[in-house]
């Protein structure tokens, strides 16, 4: 399958761009803060509750709170109809993008507490662990959650041994490499960097560089968003 013709990609993409992305903070009423993300193909919701009393009570930390992350992807979300409820990618997914997170969220303020965070993926299209992880930043700072910071993910990657961001489909399945990022924009700390395929030394270095800067423009479009729920809830 030939994935680039006459330097665009499948999907009429420049190799370097990102898929149209849409924000909507606060879709949720009954969450503390939420979230829901259109990328590309994916359709993502996330929630947030907390930061609340821990049950069981023997999970508490006593100097921080906890954080849950639940990374689900409906049944319907795939053509091929999946097994309601964790599998082992899920449970993976869910460990990771916890761990991408963490280090923004300001744990000490709530000790003997937990945030948990539900990700619902409604639609997939690849890269659903970085959109989740977009929503779920937005979510945690809708829910007033103190934060350093923005987590902001996309997914690099290698097709026709050119290096591409934020592949579709096709591209993840069939593809050469696979390597999602998060980062924390405003210091540069990546906190989660997976891959799957072969780099060379150049092509990883080039593929890190491209995933910075599409989780750089993620980052705006998050700020954005947040901004104009709350400046609109201000003019009300």
Do not use: W
């Amino acid at each position: 399958m030939e994935f680039i013709k006459n330097g665009k990609r499948i999907d009429k993409r420049l190799p370097n761009e990102l898929r149209p992305i849409k924000f909507e903070v606060g879709a949720l009423e009954r969450a503390d803060g939420s979230c829901y993300v259109e990328h590309g193909g994916n359709k993502v919701m996330a929630a947030v509750y907390g930061p609340r009393a821990v049950h069981p009570r023997h999970m508490q930390e006593a100097n921080r709170a906890i954080i849950r992350y639940r990374y689900n992807m409906a049944s319907f979300s795939v053509e091929e109809r999946r097994r309601p409820g964790p599998d082992r990618r899920s449970i993976e997914i869910s460990k990771v993008s916890r761990e991408a997170i963490d280090p923004v969220i300001i744990k000490e303020f709530y000790p003997r507490s937990t945030i948990d965070v539900f990700v619902e993926i409604l639609q997939a299209d690849a890269g659903t662990r970085s959109a989740g992880i977009n929503a779920a930043s937005v979510a945690l700072a809708d829910a007033g959650v103190p934060m350093r910071g923005l987590i902001a993910s996309c997914a690099v990657g290698k097709v026709d041994d050119t290096v591409v961001l934020d592949l579709v489909k096709e591209e993840d399945n069939f593809g050469q490499a696979d390597m999602p990022v998060a980062m924390d924009v405003r210091t540069g700390e990546i906190s989660l960097l997976q891959m799957d395929g072969h780099f060379t030394l150049e092509e990883f270095e080039e593929a890190l560089q491209l995933g910075k800067e599409g989780c750089t423009t993620i980052a705006e479009m998050q700020r954005e968003a947040l901004v104009q729920k709350y400046q609109g809830e201000g003019h009300e």
